[in-house]
């Protein structure tokens, strides 16, 4: 789900369209020689709603994580402010202060202060 959560919403809306609609359609479909496997592809056109809702949710953190990045800087006053902040916070403070000049950037994720 982290890693859901660092892609736009939007992509995140179009994988959870795309799992429900295989879950819910298409693998049901798939003969299926094992039973156990039969029995888990029929219990996926049950699971397609509520795997697409969690998606869905990740959706709304994505949208609402990127919301909050673009009105960060707007929260900073003064050089002061920006002394106080954690590594973390300055990182996405420059990742948009670049993004609003036109640039593209790239938010890895790692756990760490990258140099």
Known sequence: MDDL????????????????????????????QNSFDAGTANAARALAPFLS????????????????KRRFPEKQKGAGSRRSIPWREFEKLVGEAYRKEGCRVTATGAAGADG
């Open 53 to 68: 809702a969690v998606i869905l949710a990740t959706a709304a953190v994505s949208a609402f994580n990127s919301r909050s």
């Open 5 to 32: 959560a660092l892609l736009p919403w939007w992509v995140n809306v179009i994988f959870a369209v795309i799992v429900y609609l295989c879950l819910k359609y298409w693998i049901p479909t798939i003969k299926f």
